[in-house]
């Protein structure tokens, strides 16, 4: 089958298209043919090299979720799922591919009225959203900022903020063409990359990092929360905590969430309740475009070029 592997660490040429042997669900997993495959910002950031402390090598397969149909599962896996159309995690990697392996605890069943594309636009990223903004504790009538908004992640949390009653929803972007797409998502304020010129907020919710990160301090309300839910501008420089400390009177706070703390079953129950509501028209998903497997490198290009807004699905030719 084919699969996209990172060859080199650095720009999108390092990856390629190879072939390599289909796999075998082994006990409790489940074998997926992806109709559609997620290209997510940490896709980017681990093809990059930025987080080769962590262990990622070349010859990495990149890609978290794919959205298709069960085709084989592994020793005790109910063997009903086989035929069913599931969202699926395939953990850091091992999404870019033409068969994917999950296991059984990580696969969705996808609404009828769900495509696969619109479920790997929110089946991460929507959680990601929804618990980012638990974690900030965002409460109706506050004011909150979202710093990176034009990703999934960042459209989500628009949505789900408008939603729960933000007094504010203001985001940084690019463009007024994109601010007015956020506006219609329920954006209240569009400001640019500097965030400056805002109202104050009681809550941001970051999906960028990197060297501007200490800065949102300065935009804070008294006993207002950062929380970071991305890192796609790469780590915040080493006077974050000097900066923080700084701002000591004003009980400010920062702090990191990642889904992988909460409980799977909760994950389960937001992601339905989602999904749900995606098919009911109720929660908007964002494609930017639709591109063949093959064509992968150039959907990293135009995340690198800063050209996607919502996200950019591949789908495997066979």
Known sequence: MKAIVITSFGGPEGLEVVDVPEPVPD????????????????????????????????GHVPGSEVAGVVTAVGADVDPSWI???????????????????????????????????DAVALGGSGVVAHFGLAHAHLAAGESVLVRGASGSIGTTTVQLAAQQGAGAVAVTTSSPERGERLRELGATHVLDRTARGGPGFDVVIDIVAGPALPDLLDLLNPNGRVVVVGAVGGLPPSDLGSRLMAS????????????????????????????????????????????PLDQAAIAHHRMDAGEVFGRIVLTPGR
């Open 27 to 58: 006990r409790g997993q489940v074998l997926v043919a992806p109709e559609a495959i997620g290209v997510g910002g940490v896709d980017a950031v681990i093809r990059r090299g930025t987080l080769g402390s962590y262990g990622f090598t070349e």
């Open 83 to 117: 035929g069913r159309r599931v969202w699926a995690f395939t953990g850091t990697g091992g999404g870019y591919v033409e068969r994917a392996v999950a296991t059984v605890e990580e696969i969705h069943p996808l609404p009828a009225d769900l495509a696969p594309a």
């Open 248 to 291: 000591f009177q004003k009980s400010l706070s920062i702090a990191t969430f990642s889904s992988a703390t909460v409980p799977a079953a909760d994950r389960r129950a937001v992601r339905a309740a989602q999904f749900a509501a995606a098919a009911r028209g109720e929660l908007r998903t964002v494609i930017h475009d639709v591109l």
